[in-house]
């Protein structure tokens, strides 16, 4: 008999042949054994009894009474099913099992046979293990029972199926493994193994509807089907592997080593240099230590940002880019190139008084160490060891350019009236304000940016020049003043 992912077959049967619709004494259950009348009420029915109760006691044999009943007689009777089971040869049986299987996320079906396959074949595990025509009896013997001791009571058996593929199409593996269990329990007492009625119906040589009630008993077998498949996808590869690395914080390390360790020869210092550049932001330091630097001889601006325990010149900075913005600056030269009257006739005013200073504007010295140009003057402050030049050379104060936009006092009145239109200009603090006046001029001219006044050097022979041609009159320099 066959089911749904199921079938069934009989190995031993119990019957009650001829019976009909008539009253006859109950089979001995405990509730319908009976000495008179009295223990039995009519129309009673009772779950285990086969039919309804006259209420008469009657005889059931010689020694036992029993309650009289309505129903098929003669009832069925409850003894035992027979030993050995009456179709235990069904061992030898053999059933084919076609199975398919679909993975619609691969759109892929498979098949546990095919059209090649030998008919005469019969599994084994060893010798056939992808023949999907099965002994009933190798099945049994698998689970580790005996097919006639089953076949008395019966049982349920399982048959698993399970599809492992690769769907791959460079190592294509898509069959099924087979095995075997049993899934009722064969140790329980109440109703062991596995049995159920069904009857057969005729008419008898007197007209009357007739029966023979049959209970079977057999083994059923259950047909249980697992499957899992795979494909090779790149994309769900590479989103696997970065949630794993993200996961576990992996990500950035592995980015850092890709980067550091496997780059061609010719451009690995140039990547790490970008790289940690766009990757690492620099943390400036402390004011105090904070320094940028410009040579004439070199484009780049340096930064410095330790604390210096030799001259600044000898320091080796790091280069950092930054945007110039020098309109207002030109703009404002040529401004004061197009508007001279006023300022040129201070300044004739100015250099007609002459240059008072009650200390030294420009002490004697040798030739530093540090120095390039040849114009530097000793110091020894640290911060103040610079030179204009890196390399042997002309020193900037000799360029036309460092007179006309940084010493020429007609630019440098102009740019204080610019910025304060009614400051007077014959204080005796003018020198002063020029001075510092001219420093600014020099930053703005070589760092492109005013806001650099704090943190900008300015090289000593350019500071000395400045002072030379604006003293103080008591000879004491604090330099540029500093924004806090």
């Known amino acids: 008999m066959q089911g749904v992912d199921s079938f069934f077959v009989i190995t031993n049967v119990i019957k009650t042949e001829n019976q009909i619709q008539s009253v006859c004494p109950e089979y001995p259950i405990p509730k319908a054994v009976c000495s008179s009348d009295v223990s039995c009420g009519k129309g009673r029915m009772d779950p285990q009894s086969n039919g309804i109760q006259t209420g008469r006691c009657v005889k059931y044999n010689a020694t036992i009474k029993t309650c009289e009943v309505s129903a098929w007689c003669p009832v069925e009777s409850n003894k035992g099913a027979p030993v050995p089971a009456i179709l235990r040869s069904a061992e030898n049986f053999t059933v084919l099992i076609k199975n398919n299987i679909h993975f619609p996320k691969f759109n892929h079906t498979a098949r546990n046979f095919s059209p090649k396959l030998n008919i005469s074949c019969i599994f084994n595990k060893i010798t056939a293990p992808s023949c999907p025509i099965f002994q009933l009896g190798y099945i049994l013997q698998a689970t580790g029972e005996n097919f006639s001791e089953v076949a008395i009571q019966g049982g349920i058996m399982g048959i698993e199926i399970n599809w492992d593929c690769n769907l791959d199409k460079w190592f294509h593996r898509c069959s099924p493994k087979y095995s075997f269990r049993r899934l009722d329990d064969k140790t329980t007492n109440e109703y062991p193994g596995y049995n159920f009625r069904f009857a057969k119906y005729y008419k008898g040589t007197n007209g009357k509807e007739e029966r023979t009630l049959i209970k079977a008993y057999g083994i059923r077998f259950d047909i249980l089907v697992f499957g899992t498949a795979g494909q090779f996808n790149i994309f769900e590869l590479l989103v696997y592997i970065g949630s794993v690395l993200s996961y576990f914080g992996l990500a950035q390390f592995l980015i850092d080593f890709l980067i550091t360790s ?8 140039l990547i790490k240099e970008y790289y940690f550049k766009k990757k690492c932001e620099s943390a400036l330091g402390p004011k105090w230590t904070l320094m940028y630097v410009s040579y004439v001889d070199e484009p780049a601006i340096i930064l410095v940002d330790k604390p210096l325990r030799t001259s600044v010149q000898n320091v080796k900075g790091e280069i950092v880019q930054l945007q110039r913005d020098t309109g207002d600056f030109i703009d404002m030269a040529k401004l004061a190139a197009r508007c001279p009257d006023r300022v040129s006739g201070l300044a004739k005013a100015h250099e007609m008084k002459p240059l008072t200073s009650k200390g030294q504007t420009s002490p004697s010295h040798d030739r530093p160490s540090w120095c390039c140009c040849g114009k530097c003057h000793q ?10 030049r890196r390399r042997e050379g002309s020193c900037i104060t000799t360029s036309a350019l460092f007179e006309q936009l940084v010493l020429s006092r007609s630019t440098l009145e102009f740019i204080l009236l610019y910025k304060e239109p009614l400051l007077d ?9 020029l001075r510092h006046c001219a420093y600014r001029q020099y930053i703005h001219w070589r760092f492109g940016a005013a806001e650099l006044e704090s943190s ?10 400045i002072r030379e ?8 320099y604090t330099g540029i003043e500093r924004k806090k």
Do not use: H
Request: proline share 7%; aromatic share 12%.
């Open 425 to 433: 200009m014959n204080t005796e603090t003018l020198n002063n304000q």
């Open 456 to 465: 900008a050097l300015i090289p000593s022979c350019c500071r000395w020049k």
């Open 262 to 269: 496997y780059t061609y020869p010719c451009c690995k210092s």
């Open 379 to 388: 110091t020894q402050a640290f911060r103040e060891q610079l030179c204009c």
């Open 469 to 476: 041609t604006y003293p103080s009159e008591d000879g004491n």
